[in-house]
């Protein structure tokens, strides 16, 4: 697990590979304040599924669904969630 | 310990297909230097080359979209598009192997209406496929927000281009109409693509240095070539080349431009998990 970032930031690097840092993160940012109502470097561990749960619909728009979930799987395997 | 410094799955598949993305963007231009051997060509094989070849790039490309389309759910935008996209290039395949035919056997079916039909929906399907890219793009939620006049600006300068760039051939279209629908029709779709290039270079932009960013550019680029298609075959009978040569320019031109949106199918599908 990476824990020298936090992990959301670690989810914004991760989904900067598919749709390039800035786009994610924008992303990252729009749903750690909407959903989580935080900043994303202060989103907690726990709370990854719950961002990634937010990302969803954008993810799956432009990968599909099943590429999207592949995607949130691998990161929370990355993140050891 | 940061993304990094384990170098996930993600980062390793990444910097593993972004040299092959990238590599996917020589294939066009491939194609338009083995198109540029027609002009070595007696004028009956060349013709016949030319419509092989676009028979065989239309094809791939058909072929390819659908594919793109299958990872997607019925109603999502982007499933909408692959499939626009792949059906439109599938009746541009069948013209012109219905066109190849007539050539070669000088049989077949040479009804005009048939083949008139065939077009006029080739460019509906290509030009809706095209707006449905920008559409989910759009309505993703990953667009960064921009001032409205930021954004109306960037359409009218791309509706503009398209004006000045098909105008005139649109003019000669609705003017002949009765005896050359081929350009009507195909300016009209041109001028619709080419007013997408914008908004569909501007997806790309924002996904720059993502493998995602490829599949954009590429169907810009295939609009851009569209674009200096259009103007080709404005222009080229004021540029004094002899016939062969500005015919075998066209037919690169066209090459490259269908190409380009096969290029788009492929990027998409290597960029998925």
Not at chain 2, 214 to 228: G, K
């Amino acid at each position: 697990m990476a824990n020298g970032k936090p992990p959301a930031l670690v989810v914004q690097d991760l989904l900067g590979q598919y749709m390039g840092p800035f786009t994610s993160k924008h992303a990252v940012q729009i749903v750690s304040r909407q959903t989580l109502s935080r900043e994303p470097e202060a989103v907690t561990r726990e709370q990854i599924p719950a961002l990634l749960e937010g990302l969803g619909p954008s993810l799956r728009t432009l990968l599909g669904k099943a590429a999207a979930e592949k995607l949130a799987d691998q990161i929370r395997l990355e993140l050891g969630l | 310990m940061t993304a990094d410094d384990f170098d996930s799955t993600i980062n390793v598949r990444a910097r593993k297909q972004r040299p092959l993305i990238r590599r996917l963007l020589l294939i066009p231009f491939v194609s338009g230097a083995i198109v540029a051997a027609g002009m070595l060509m007696p004028d009956a094989t060349a013709s016949l080359f030319y419509r092989g070849a676009l028979v065989t790039a239309a094809l791939l490309t058909a072929v390819s979209a659908l594919m793109t389309s299958a990872a997607f759910d019925k109603g999502q935008k982007l499933f909408a598009a692959w499939s626009a996209l792949g059906i439109g290039y599938a009746l541009a395949a069948i013209r012109h192997s219905m066109r190849l035919w007539t050539l070669l056997l000088g049989g077949g079916i040479t009804n005009r209406a048939v083949l008139d039909t065939l077009l006029v929906l080739q460019n509906v399907l290509v030009a809706l496929a095209l707006w449905w890219f920008v559409r989910a793009w759009q309505t993703s939620g990953l667009a960064a927000p921009m001032p409205r006049r930021t954004q109306l600006t960037w359409i009218f300068l791309g509706i503009a281009v398209a004006i000045v760039v098909g105008g005139y051939p649109l003019i000669q279209g609705f003017q002949t109409a009765g005896t050359d629908t081929v350009l009507l029709v195909s300016t009209a779709g041109d001028m619709i693509g080419i007013a997408l290039i914008v908004p569909l270079v501007m997806p790309a932009l924002a996904m720059r240095g993502g493998l995602l960013m490829h599949t954009w550019l590429a169907l810009a680029a295939s609009e851009v070539f569209w674009l200096l298609y259009d103007v080709w075959v404005g222009t080229k009978g004021m540029i004094g080349l002899g016939p062969a040569t500005a015919t075998g320019v066209e037919q690169i031109l066209r090459i490259i431009a269908v190409m380009f949106a096969f290029v788009a199918t492929v990027a998409h599908r290597r960029s998925r998990l």
